[in-house]
Each structure stands twice: as structure tokens, then as C-alpha cells.
């Protein structure tokens, strides 16, 4: 059964930083690129970063660049999310996901505010 659980979210000041995790499990991980999605108070979900099966490639959201970085650890099944910089349009629920799997997790709640 493939699962996902984000975690890692939680209220902080607009310009300071969270890091979240994705646990992964149920499939074969190191075979899957890995998305990281958001969906802010009454807008449509969007993709925020993308990485690569081995980790060497990655691509972001234009309003995340240079502030987000996405990594894994392939031997732990685990995505990650470093969100420096916050800004209050970054508030949003976080899930991660293999883009072509229809499963979702529960997603983690990050909330940008002073």
C-alpha cells in the first residue's frame, strides 16, 4: 500500500525557515521522482518543486526559487523540503507524492504569519 506522510509543518514568522519531511513507503522509492505540492486557503493545489530519481536534478516552482531547496535520502524513503525566506503566500497545506501515483498523504500545515 503506498503511503506518504508529511510532517514537519507548523507557525513561523514571515522570513524564517521550516524544513519537512515525506516518509515514503509501499513501492519501490528509488525508482520514482518526487514531487512537493501546496494548496494555500482557497486556491487550486500547485506543484512546488520536483527531484529527480537519483537526486541530481530538481526543478522549483518560479515563486520558490532560491528560497526552497528539495532534496532525498533514497536509503530512509525520504523526501525533503528546505523553506527559507518564508513569506505569508507560502502558507499553504504541504504534500509530497510520485507524480504519477494517484495516492495522497494527509499533507503537513505550514502557516507563515507574524
Known amino acids: 500500500q503506498v503511503q506518504f506522510v508529511e510532517s514537519g509543518g507548523g507557525l513561523v514568522q514571515p522570513g524564517g525557515s521550516l524544513r519537512l519531511s515525506c516518509a515514503a513507503s509501499?513501492?519501490?522509492?528509488?525508482?520514482?521522482?518526487m514531487n512537493w505540492y501546496r494548496q494555500g486557503p482557497g486556491k487550486e493545489r500547485e506543484l512546488v518543486a520536483t527531484?529527480?530519481?537519483?537526486?541530481?536534478?530538481?526543478d522549483y516552482a518560479r515563486s520558490v526559487k532560491g528560497r526552497f531547496t528539495i532534496s532525498r535520502d533514497n536509503a530512509k524513503n525520504t523526501v525533503y523540503l528546505q523553506m527559507n525566506s518564508l513569506k505569508s503566500e507560502d502558507t499553504a497545506v504541504y504534500y509530497c507524492?510520485?507524480?504519477?501515483?494517484?495516492?495522497w498523504g494527509q499533507g503537513t500545515q505550514v502557516t507563515v504569519s507574524s
Open positions: 507524492k510520485v507524480p504519477t501515483f494517484a495516492s
Open positions: 509501499g513501492f519501490n522509492f528509488n525508482y520514482y521522482a
Open positions: 527531484i529527480s530519481r537519483a537526486g541530481d536534478v530538481t
